[in-house]
């Protein structure tokens, strides 16, 4: 059974820092490029960072880059995917989700809610 869970959210204020988690497994997420996507209010979702099978390659999107850094671990039958954010600000406000980097997309976890506020 395909599952992705991401952990790691929370209350934070602009210029804090938070780790995001996320443990997916039931197929070969290994073989996979890895993402970070995020979905703000009212905003469709987007990509923010990926990194390649083995992690030796990671790309980030403007909206993030400098912020964030993106790595994994491929354990046997897991993979985990971390995203570390510093320097948050209130438009960093949203859910985050971790998948693979492109479709076909795995089940869409149930993300992990980032609220950037003082």
């Known amino acids: 059974q395909v599952q992705i869970v991401e952990s790691g959210g929370g209350l934070v204020q602009p210029g804090g820092s938070l780790r995001l988690s996320c443990v997916a497994s039931g197929m070969a997420f290994s073989s996979l490029a890895m993402a970070w996507f995020r979905q703000g209010p009212g905003k469709e979702r987007e990509v923010v960072a990926w990194v390649s099978h083995n992690g030796a390659s990671t790309n980030y999107r403007d909206i993030m880059k400098g912020r964030v850094t993106i790595s994994r671990d491929n354990a046997k039958d897991t993979v985990s995917v971390y995203l570390e954010m510093n320097n948050l600000k209130p438009e960093d406000t949203a859910v985050y989700y971790c998948?693979?980097?492109?479709?076909?997309?795995?089940?869409w976890g149930q993300g992990t809610q980032v609220t950037v506020s003082s």
């Open positions: 998948n693979s980097v492109a479709s076909p997309f795995a089940r």
